[in-house]
């Protein structure tokens, strides 16, 4: 099974911030990773597609990069609509894994 | 715009079983993959069971192997989860969630709201 492994697990950010989340994979993915926005009493929305993809629709304030085993979730001048669980899945192989999540807190 | 509604979640004592349901609506039902995603209260998510377009299981998380069955009804556009010897550590909030894709897997795109099942005597 791949392992993913986020970090940090919780960050407070000011607003206009730019804020990384990493997730490492225990072994080499491709870029077959997507990440996701959690908010309670809301569904989950996708953001990231292909490790590098914006989801059309979504803010381009958002940006993926990576490749292979390292991958990092970039939200620029971050905004308090963006208070939210954030988590990266990996689809490479089954079964599919997800990271542990990062909660972002605006202050 | 893509619905997904599911439903059948409840309170069951250990060992007895339950079965999910998942309408779907707004897009072909029959060209994508499913998938179900469980998440313990509290804690990360867990991706349980997939679906091709075809009804090719795409595998099972060996926490659930040889207890839980996916399914899939393309004429009812509906997605299910059968839950059979249920134990406490399969309470959760169970999610279907749609690939990307139809014969494969390239991540999910749309989540449902979720239905609560509680393992409990």
């Known amino acids: 099974d791949t392992t993913l492994t986020q970090s940090p697990a919780f960050m407070s950010a000011t607003p206009g911030d730019k804020v990384n989340i990493s997730c490492k994979a225990s072994?080499?993915?491709?870029?077959?990773m997507n990440w996701y926005q959690q908010k309670p009493g809301e569904a989950t929305i996708f953001i990231i597609q292909e490790a590098t993809s914006l989801v059309p629709g979504i803010s381009p304030r958002f940006s993926g990069s990576g490749y292979g085993t390292d991958f990092t979730l970039t939200i620029n001048n971050i905004d308090s609509e963006d208070a939210a669980y954030y988590f990266c899945l990996q689809y490479d192989n089954v079964p599919l894994t997800f990271g542990q999540g990062t909660k972002v807190e605006i202050k | 715009e893509v619905h997904l509604v599911e439903s059948g979640g409840g309170l069951v004592q250990p060992g007895r079983s339950l079965r999910l349901s998942c309408a779907a609506s707004?897009?072909?039902?029959?060209?994508?993959?499913m998938h179900w995603v469980r998440q313990a209260p509290g804690k990360g998510l867990d991706w349980v069971s997939g679906i091709s377009w075809n009804s090719r299981i795409l595998g099972y998380a060996d926490s659930v192997k040889g207890r839980f069955t996916i399914s899939r009804d393309n004429a009812k556009n509906s997605l299910y989860l059968q839950m059979n010897s249920l134990k406490t550590e399969d309470t959760a909030f169970y999610y279907c969630v749609k690939d990307v894709r139809g014969a494969d897997t390239s991540g999910f795109d749309y989540w449902g709201q979720g239905t609560l099942v509680t393992v409990s005597s």
């Open positions: 072994q080499d993915i491709d870029d077959d």
């Open positions: 707004g897009f072909t039902f029959d060209d994508y993959a």
